[in-house]
């Protein structure tokens, strides 16, 4: 006869690799330390294989863990997912919500919005997690991620929001002494302060209304994985800089930088909300899905 599959132990497992840790785990779950242990052992005597590596200091997972994490992971949410879907829809939503985001558009445009949020759901929690590296969603466990991008076809399900502009903007103290460059071909004349994850940061791209595209390879003395921390260096007249307008458009409408080469802009990008792809989500993800795209759409 066969065995069903141990499903608690499995979703147990899946939150200890997520929370990197069986304290953690058992403080999620409302559980003991001893009870999510006993749990994971239950599992390796089933599968005859040892997934975790423990020492008193550190909890390593091993191989055979890792290629069972994602799965379990899977388990876990569909199991999440199918309770949810199977309450009434006047359930309302409660749990936590892991959404990342970018972090200056974070900071500027998502965390503004969210206490309207928590106060619309008083039983739901976020855990923002604020980075501009692209995140694994499927291997981090995040429910919902915000990316400024170009998207590429994939298996995640992605919702266009809205365009985001960005432009050449420095100092009016910088350009009355460097010049104020017309075309990207200038930029060579330049001090260039330079964006690390942009596809290619190595190569600065333009096209204009004619569709004519240029490529540029600009070099500067400053280079940062976050574009807040090019704005110092942009208002002391240290160089010039392509950036997002919810990072610069403010200090721009105030005269503290310039705008320039207006007629050749990066290619176009856009902000999405993307999602796991597959199966039905909990009520919980729903609920800041759908106030995200209201929320954010209605910046554009």
């Known amino acids: 006869m066969a065995r069903l599959p141990d499903l608690e ?40 294989t040892r997934l975790f590596n423990r020492t008193s200091r550190r909890l390593a997972i091993t191989d055979a863990g890792a ?17 949810d879907e199977a309450l009434s829809q006047s359930q309302v939503p409660r749990g936590l919500v892991r959404l990342a985001a970018p972090m200056s558009f974070g900071l500027a445009e998502v965390a503004p919005i969210l206490p309207d949020f928590l106060a ?14 692209v995140v694994d969603i499927v291997g981090l466990g995040i429910d919902m991620v915000l990316r400024i991008a170009a998207l590429p076809d994939s298996s995640l399900v992605a919702r266009r929001l809205r365009p985001m502009t ?39 791209r333009f096209v204009n209304a004619a569709g004519e595209e240029v490529s540029v390879r600009p070099t500067g003395p400053l280079c940062a994985n976050n574009a807040d921390a090019l704005t110092p260096a ?67």
Do not use: N
């Open 120 to 133: 619309r759901y008083p039983e739901v929690s976020i855990d923002l997690h604020l980075s501009d590296e």
């Open 166 to 204: 960005r432009y050449a903007v420095a100092s009016p103290a910088y350009l009355d002494a460097r010049g104020r460059p017309t075309h990207p071909s200038q930029l060579a004349d330049h001090a260039c302060l330079g964006y690390a994850y942009l596809p290619s940061p190595e190569t600065w």
């Open 67 to 83: 290629k069972l994490a994602e799965r379990a992971a899977r388990v876990l949410a569909e199991g999440e997912a199918a309770e």
């Open 9 to 48: 132990a499995l979703a147990i497992f899946a939150r200890v690799v997520e929370l990197r840790g069986f304290s953690a785990a058992a403080q999620d779950l409302g559980l003991s330390k001893a009870t999510v242990s006993k749990a994971v052992t239950r599992l390796e005597t089933r599968l005859g």
């Open 234 to 300: 942009l208002l002391a007249g240290l160089g010039l800089a392509v950036q997002p307008d919810f990072a610069v458009g403010r200090l721009v409408a105030e005269g503290r930088l310039e705008a320039v080469m207006t007629d050749w802009t990066p290619p176009p990008v856009a902000l999405h909300l993307v999602q796991p792809g597959g199966g039905p989500r909990p009520a919980r993800v729903e609920a800041l899905a759908d106030f995200l795209v209201r929320g954010l759409a209605r910046r554009a």
